[in-house]
């Protein structure tokens, strides 16, 4: 590998500000803040959503009901211009 070409790859803290969850991970990601966490200072990144918030990963995710959008879409403006065919209508 070429010397000087490489980011610095380092151990940095992310802060999810949503939950006040810290995690330490290795990365090369520029961060101007730094926070003592441990006993060690680390560079820091503020971050919106870790897996301990995401409601994915929590469990209280919500599944969305696509079941009837074609038929709702039907019933609002009917078949006109469509190119597949109601069941009921040959």
Do not use: C, W
Request: glycine content about 6%.
């Amino acid at each position: 590998m070429k010397k000087g070409i490489h980011p610095e790859y380092r151990e940095v803290l992310f802060h999810d500000v949503s939950n006040d969850f810290k995690f330490i991970t290795r990365s090369t990601i520029n961060a101007r803040d730094k926070m003592e966490f441990e006993g060690k200072e680390y560079p820091l990144v503020k971050i919106e959503v870790s897996s301990e918030s995401h409601p994915f990963f929590t469990g209280k995710h919500k599944i969305v009901d696509t079941a009837g959008r074609v038929e709702k879409f039907r019933q609002k403006f009917g078949t006109v211009g469509s190119k597949t065919q109601v069941a009921d209508s040959e």
